[in-house]
């Protein structure tokens, strides 16, 4: 069970997104663990700590979101952030993006993204065409394009916590896990319920929504070019998760 430890003072609505947000992952993916000892808290899930505060005002420093504590059986988060600053959170919910945003970044805070690396699924890091290399998600991406390659595309642009953290978005689109929030559906699919799978969780495939490759045609329609944009994802910091030492 995903457990939000609000740390600041957050109205009811913006609470509610959290809620929801949290709600959504936890019907996706099994966060119920064993008992461990974080700092005196017995926790069985993950705790996330949610912060919405003055950090550097409208633009710059959107915020971080990233697990902070991992279990030291399965190298899973049982702790993590999502801490962000108040002035561009009004922005995002001006732009009606804010609720896609945090759905978007607890994904991060539970490991899509944030433990791949560590957890060695990543191939061609660094080259123009880096790949997953998880088998649950290579079977998901074969379902939805049988000659897009053994493995599946990540992100090939921006920054450190952009970059080979998300699906490719000239592939995969208003997907909600590429780098960029796109369209106006931002469709949880299958690949990404997979990914979760493929760094250790137990997940429930029927909780995805329907979603197919877009069209080339079809990303035009939605914007999305190579182009450098405005990107209010790419202003997410990552904390370093440390693992908690055996007893
Ligand atoms: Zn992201």
């Given at each position: 069970m995903i457990t939000l430890n609000y740390v600041t003072e957050l109205s009811a609505g913006r609470r509610g997104v959290f809620d929801r947000a949290a709600a959504r992952w936890d019907n996706v993916i099994n966060t119920g663990f064993a008992p461990i000892d974080v700092d005196g808290d017995v926790l069985t899930g993950v705790r996330i700590d949610v912060m919405i505060e003055d950090i550097d005002g409208e633009s710059g420093v959107l915020g971080q979101a990233g697990p902070t504590i991992l279990r030291p059986d399965t190298d899973l988060p049982v702790a993590g952030i999502m801490q962000f600053d108040d002035a561009d959170v009004a922005n995002l919910e001006a732009g009606g993006s804010f609720e896609d945003v945090i759905l978007h970044e607890m994904a991060h805070v539970l490991g899509f993204g944030t433990l791949w690396s560590r957890k060695g699924l990543i191939r061609g890091t660094g080259s123009m065409d880096p790949r997953f290399t998880g088998t649950a998600s290579i079977r998901e991406y074969a379902a939805l394009d049988a000659a897009g390659g053994d493995a599946v595309p990540l992100s090939n642009t921006g920054g450190a916590g952009t970059r080979e953290g998300h699906w490719r978005e000239l592939i995969?689109?208003?997907?909600?896990?590429?780098g960029f929030l796109s369209g106006d559906d931002r469709p949880l699919s299958r690949l990404s319920v997979a990914a979760f799978e493929d760094i250790g969780y137990e997940v429930d495939y029927a909780r995805a929504d329907p979603f197919v490759l877009p069209s080339f045609r079809e990303l035009a329609l939605m914007g999305i070019t190579e182009a450098v944009r405005i990107c209010d994802l790419c202003r997410v910091g990552r904390p370093e998760p440390v693992t908690l030492d055996h007893v």
């Open positions: 995969f689109g208003d997907e909600l896990l590429t």
